[in-house]
């Protein structure tokens, strides 16, 4: 079945870029999607891309999609205290299904 | 405001009881999904429901049940055959372009544990 990636954990220092990697194995995937988890609430879908993308920029964050090896990431440049979170990245697959990754937990420190 | 509604936040269930998590949306969303996330796991589907009336099985459906009598309603019940039931319950929604879905849009959760 499809699998999706991610490391566990990230620090930064504030003011820094923060880069967060994703790979996923099912090659027919059509989106794929960032999301944003704080302590004890939902996800909040900030960003996707379509997979015939390269990139996308929006505002603070780039992504950029590998789609040859299967590899997505997420770079958030001037990365502040607010933004540490759980990401997760996931995939959508046949059946307009979405994997998700185990989430990156990024920790911004002063 | 538009969104997705969870209740409770916090729920207590104690041995062989069934408990049932209330997931309302006013996007006028025609999919709706339950999903439960396991500290360091991502996200496993419960359950999902394109349409009113029709809904099919996630990954892990054994032990819970749903029923989408509404298009702005999803509730799921977790049965006293879920021998693990601890989790965070995330409810999503979307809406349909075609036959394609659009982004999933998340309510806040609901914490069950056992009593």
Same mark, same amino acid.
């Given at each position: ?24 194995? =099912? ?7 960032? $999301? ?5 609430? #939902?996800?909040?879908? !900030? +960003? ?29 440049? =001037? ?7 759980? $990401? ?5 697959? #046949?059946?307009?299904? !979405? +994997? ?11 | ?5 969870q209740s409770p936040k916090y729920l207590f ?103």
């Open positions: 079945g499809e699998d999706v990636e991610q490391s566990l954990f990230l620090s930064v220092r504030e003011g820094d870029s923060s880069v967060i990697n994703c790979t996923y194995t =099912d090659s027919s995937s059509t989106y794929l999607y960032w $999301y944003k988890q704080e302590p004890g609430a #939902g996800l909040q879908l !900030l +960003t996707y891309i379509f997979s015939n993308m390269d990139m996308k920029q929006d505002q603070r964050l780039t992504v950029l999609l590998n789609k040859k090896d299967k590899h997505l990431s997420l770079r958030i440049a =001037d990365t502040q205290t607010g933004d540490s979170a759980i $990401y997760f990245c996931a995939e959508r697959g #046949g059946g307009n299904k !979405l +994997t998700f990754g185990t989430g990156t937990q990024l920790k911004v420190e002063l | 405001d538009g969104g997705i509604t269930r104690k041995e062989g009881q069934n408990v049932t998590l209330s997931c309302e949306q006013n996007l006028n969303h025609d999919a709706m999904y339950w999903y439960r996330q396991d500290p360091g796991q991502g996200l496993r589907l419960i359950y999902y429901s394109q349409i009113v009336n029709d809904f099919q099985k996630g990954d892990i459906a054994e032990g819970y049940s749903v029923s989408r009598e509404k298009k702005e309603s999803f509730p799921l019940t977790v049965t006293s055959a879920q021998k693990n039931p601890t989790a965070f319950y995330l409810c999503a929604s979307s809406s349909r372009t075609g036959s394609s879905n659009q982004p999933q849009h998340f309510g806040d959760g609901t914490r069950l544990s056992i009593l």
